[in-house]
């Protein structure tokens, strides 16, 4: 218990400290595991242990990564997800290979597990150094995605080619070869026919937190599965995301899964910081900052000149080269592997894994270095260049019964795409027969609106049953995105004025224009003319919103409303009066 505390206490001092310099997360929890690690103060003195128990946050990533891999946004990036990301692999990968077999007489085996572990960059940390710079809006981030995208693709191949290499993977009691693609058949078939199904049936009987549960149970069991199999453990909880990109369910298991995630990969960072081995920069610096700077100078130059194909400008290549130009989180994973398969010794591991840990660590500095020492004018991307995820929807609909439903009939109508989320699994499977695009997922969850791509709309249609938890909905939007455009519907007048006064800009009243429909037929009922009974609803709708505008500014204090009432129905009559009279 105390363990934990420790690595609690170091994430929570840590972390904050890096994100304020700049430095980022991953850096943050590299450093705690430094500092509370043997090299330092020693607080845990067996980081080997802990850091097999943390790489349950790289099969949860893994899994995760898989979800946000739909076939349709993999097709519509293929061009440059195989020409950025598989040349830049290659290329890094090769001249890594050869410089270390050739120069440093490295074994082939050994050689070529190092260069593909460098070759890869951090996706956590390009996307957020990328994300705080404003690119992942244009089409330079679009590309350095696309150059993540191919890496983290290829993590799950480059660990098969791990374990082929491994001296001891032909064991005397190893499985027969048709087991392996059998568990793989097997995982893809229940993964595609059997869990949506179950997941369905869980969301109508088993609550919240079972759902929870199940999320978990999907990815550790398919990733228990493959291991028995003796693949990697990441190839199945990878295959389970990718069989789930397209379920109604995707955007919830995301959410559920996200915090487990977030704290096993914080934990695996920490053990990986526990096990840097801090001494060679003592025993060997000319090594360790050699191999820091040319990894970073080889991968900026490589992604740069890929990029320069493109016709891009130099300095905007070489920028997008250096913020991906560090080692990756999966390099640590691919050590690890190669260690466990007695493919390198300790000695190796350590010093690729110190390389690593520095290049994150030197990569924020370096683009700051150079930012300051270029044009801005030439760092600035066109404005009419394609948006990154250019197909990702631009509208939510939170509740997708009744009344969210006219918005989305309306919206694909017109070929404007939508992402719709609704907590009611039966209700979900029936309007996707009809062709909508629906997911299960409770919109009352934060984390489960962010997941649906929140930060990516334009505008929100909040179409909740529940009053409050609409305005809680509305709250948490206009704080934490206030340029989204939010469109609530209500209950009530009383509703009305609570989602103004919490930022929405359009409020519709749910009840509102049938009545004053019905109003109006009543009018023609009594022997108006069609006109004279429009007009009458309209001089109606006019004033009712300008007295609702009013009372909402007022807010909830109730003499003010009612008075603001008292004085609109005087101010009413005297507006049918007028109407009436004759011209």
């Not at 940390?125 to 705080?132: G, P």
């Not at 549960?213 to 999907?218: E, F, N, R, T």
């Not at 995707?250 to 915090?259: C, G, I, K, N, T």
Request: proline share 4%; hydrophobic share 55%.
């Amino acid at each position: 218990m105390l363990s934990v505390v420790y690595f609690l206490l170091a994430a929570a001092i840590a972390v904050p400290l890096f994100k304020r310099l700049g430095l980022g997360a991953i850096l943050g929890y590299l450093a705690a595991g430094v500092v509370i690690g043997p090299a330092v103060l020693g607080l845990i003195n067996d980081p080997e242990n802990v850091l097999h128990f943390s790489e349950i946050g790289v099969i949860l990533l893994l899994f995760v990564i898989g979800l946000e891999l739909e076939p349709a946004k993999l097709w519509a990036m293929r061009a440059q997800v195989l020409l950025l990301g598989g040349g830049q692999l290659l290329l890094t990968a090769t001249i890594s290979y050869l410089v270390l077999a050739k120069c440093f007489g490295m074994g082939s085996n050994s050689a070529l597990v190092v260069s593909m572990a460098l070759a890869l960059s951090s996706t956590a940390f390009a996307v957020q150094l990328m994300a705080d710079k404003g690119m992942m809006g244009n089409e330079d981030g679009r590309r350095g995605f696309s150059i993540l995208l191919f890496q983290d693709l290829a993590v799950v191949p480059i660990l098969f080619v791990v374990q082929a290499l491994s001296p001891i993977a032909d064991k005397p009691d190893a499985l027969p070869w048709w087991i392996a693609p059998a568990a793989v058949t097997l995982l893809v078939v229940f993964a595609r026919f059997l869990i949506n199904p179950a997941l369905n049936f869980m969301s109508r009987y088993g609550g919240a937190e079972i759902m929870t549960v199940v999320a978990l149970l999907i990815v550790m069991g398919a990733a228990v599965l493959m291991d028995s199999a003796g693949l990697s453990m990441g190839l199945g909880a990878f295959l389970a995301g990718m069989m789930l990109a397209n379920s109604t369910f995707r955007h919830q298991l995301e959410a559920d899964v996200e915090p487990f995630k977030g704290l096993s990969l914080g934990l695996f960072f920490i053990s990986i910081g526990m096990t840097l081995n801090l001494g060679l920069l003592r025993t060997e610096p000319m090594t360790v900052m050699a191999g820091t700077l040319g990894l970073m100078a080889l991968k900026a130059a490589v992604v740069a000149a890929l990029v320069m194909l493109a016709r891009v400008p130099w300095s905007r290549a070489l920028m997008l080269g250096l913020m991906l130009s560090q080692g990756g989180e999966f390099g640590f994973v691919i050590m690890s592997q190669a260690l466990s398969d007695k493919l390198l010794d300790a000695h190796v591991a350590g010093l690729v894994n110190l390389v690593v840990g520095l290049s994150m660590a030197l990569t924020s500095p370096v683009v700051i270095w150079a930012e300051r020492r270029m044009d801005k004018k030439a760092l600035k991307t066109p404005e009419k260049e394609s948006r990154f995820e250019e197909k990702s929807p631009e509208v939510l609909i939170l509740g997708f019964g009744r009344f969210g439903q006219v918005t989305g009939r309306i919206l694909a109508a017109n070929h404007i795409p939508f992402t719709a989320l609704d907590k009611d699994a039966d209700h979900i499977e029936f309007v996707r027969r009809f062709g909508n695009k629906v997911f299960y997922g409770d919109a009352a969850r934060r984390e489960i609106m962010e997941a649906a791509g929140l930060s990516r709309a334009r505008i929100v249609v909040v179409a909740i049953d529940e009053p409050m938890i609409a305005l809680n909905v509305v709250e948490y939007v206009t704080h934490n995105h206030p340029k989204i455009t939010l469109i609530a519907r209500a209950h009530n007048r009383a509703d009305y004025i609570k989602l103004k006064a919490s930022g929405a800009k359009v409020v519709i009243r749910e009840v509102f224009a049938g009545a004053l429909d019905a109003a109006t037929e009543t009018l023609v009922a009594l022997g108006f003319s069609d006109s004279q009974a429009l007009s009458a609803a309209n001089l109606f709708k006019q004033h009712d919103r300008k007295l609702l505008e009013k009372q909402a500014k007022a807010g909830e204090d109730p003499d003010k409303l009612i008075q603001i009432g008292l004085t609109g129905r005087q101010e009413l009559e005297e507006l049918f009066r007028k109407d009436q009279q004759p011209d």
